[in-house]
């Protein structure tokens, strides 16, 4: 009895998140439209603007590692390991992405324990009183599927997700 590929369901959690993130970067460009016509025209921009911008993009680019992962879209330097056999390159690539994986696991529970001191203390932002810690769940879910996805590659390969190495 075979188990199940859990591949194409990490593939699409992943574009989930991506597209996530997607749509927070376009509602905080939104907002910075508005706050900047604000500026201009009724001198009032929004109040705390680069507060929740500086959050919401945190939480963007957290949320589109995992699909940068499945469509092996982070920068690589090959320049060494272009005329070594594919094989090297491919074992490297395994060994890069179980790396990857510890360290995606590591900072999670790092953020962890971040989140649960920051709930502690109260922490919040300085001009709109924006709980710090609201930020970190988003993270810590995209670093746990990041993490998921690079041991996926690891296993199985730079192609197990089907894009081009």
């Known amino acids: 009895m075979s188990r199940p590929d859990p591949g194409p369901?990490?593939?699409?959690?992943?574009?989930?998140f991506a597209?996530?993130?997607g749509l927070i970067?376009?509602?905080l460009a939104g907002l910075v439209v508005v706050s900047v016509l604000g500026r201009l025209l009724f001198v009032h921009p929004i109040p705390g603007d680069f507060e929740i911008v500086g959050i919401g993009t945190a939480i963007a680019v957290f949320l589109c590692l995992p699909y940068g992962q499945v469509r092996r879209g982070h920068v690589t330097v090959d320049l060494v390991l272009a005329r070594t056999p594919a094989a090297l390159r491919e074992a490297l690539d395994r060994a890069a992405d179980l790396l990857y994986a510890?360290?995606?696991?590591a900072f999670a529970v790092r953020m962890i324990s971040g989140?649960?001191?920051?709930l502690r203390q109260g922490d919040v932002s300085m001009i709109i009183?924006?709980?710090?810690w609201y930020a970190?769940?988003?993270g810590i879910a995209a670093l746990l599927l990041l993490g998921c996805c690079c041991l996926y590659t690891a296993?199985?390969?730079?192609?197990?997700?089907g894009a081009s190495p």
Do not use: K, N, Q, Y
């Open 25 to 27: 970067l376009c509602i």
């Open 115 to 118: 989140c649960a001191d920051l």
């Open 9 to 16: 369901a990490l593939s699409r959690l992943a574009v989930a």
């Open 155 to 161: 296993v199985r390969g730079p192609h197990a997700f």
């Open 129 to 132: 009183a924006i709980p710090l």
């Open 102 to 105: 510890l360290l995606s696991f």
């Open 19 to 21: 597209l996530g993130g």
């Open 136 to 138: 970190l769940p988003f």
